[in-house]
């Protein structure tokens, strides 16, 4: 096993230029977007070690459904229950997918809805290994020396223009449960890895996004500064991003 290292996180979740309210939200170490009815910017940060079996994720409440604020947050709030026991289990993200998917599905039915969902992008950092899930179209990238790779799949439905529907979600009512897209792999000291929704990469092309990555401040001001930068550039959807960068 490797020795251990030192994530550095930073967030930055912002309603942008054109939605009423903030259908986004995200999990860091404990740390959630707790008020789904405030339209105020949240920024955070931290360290945490990669044997901490620590958690981050960004969610984004599907904006053409009833309440997707309510299903982030549910996302969020869960995912911080679950951490607070999840004790020194080698891999949870299937079993917390699952969670999340049946707490929204009840909050749905309290409500008399239809549907309510969001979408997920999740990284769990366990001793030398990272694990991540993803249902719907928000991302995770990895950025190393100039090179940025999704390392996620996008699920949206084919053969519909700039926004498809999207195939996958939580939320969904689909009797075979859940499907997240699910890998493990292995990090590198200075990999970032970068959870983001689509308010994000729809505004920033992926050049502009490593030119921000690139520039070497705390991962708390190149979140604000990615954030800012998708908003500057129209800010058409609620923006989220998480970076951890891999330090020794």
């Known amino acids: 096993m490797k020795k251990s290292v030192k994530i550095e996180y930073g967030c930055c979740c912002n309603i942008g230029k054109i939605r009423r309210n903030n259908e986004d939200n995200f999990y860091c170490a404990g740390v959630f977007r707790s008020d789904p009815d ?11 070690s990669s044997l901490d079996n620590e958690l981050f994720a960004v969610f984004d409440g599907m904006g053409g459904e009833a309440c997707g604020e309510v299903a982030s947050f549910i996302a969020a709030q869960q ?3 679950f951490c607070e026991d999840k004790g020194e289990y080698e891999e949870y993200l299937y079993e917390l997918c699952e969670i999340l998917n049946d707490r929204i599905l009840e909050e749905t039915k309290a409500r008399s809805l239809v549907l309510m969902g969001t979408t997920c992008a999740m990284i769990q950092f366990f001793k030398d290994e990272i694990y991540i899930a993803n249902a719907g179209d928000s991302r995770i990238y990895r950025y190393n020396k100039n090179k940025l790779e999704q390392i996620t799949q996008d ?13 996958k ?15 493990r792999g292995a990090y590198k000291v200075n990999d970032i890895f970068i959870l983001c929704t689509d308010g994000v990469y729809d505004m920033l092309s992926e050049d502009i996004l490593k030119e921000i990555v690139d520039v070497k401040r705390s991962m708390e001001d190149v979140a604000k500064d990615i954030v800012h930068a998708a908003v500057e550039r129209g800010g058409v959807d609620n923006a989220t991003v998480v970076l951890c960068k891999i330090s020794k």
């Open 79 to 81: 995912s911080a229950f």
């Open 155 to 167: 699920h949206v439905a084919h053969g519909y223009g700039a926004k498809a529907p999207l195939t």
């Open 169 to 183: 979600f939580l939320g969904t009512p689909d009797k075979n449960g859940i499907s997240p897209y699910i890998a």
């Open 38 to 48: 405030s339209n105020e910017e949240v920024v955070t940060s931290g360290v945490v």
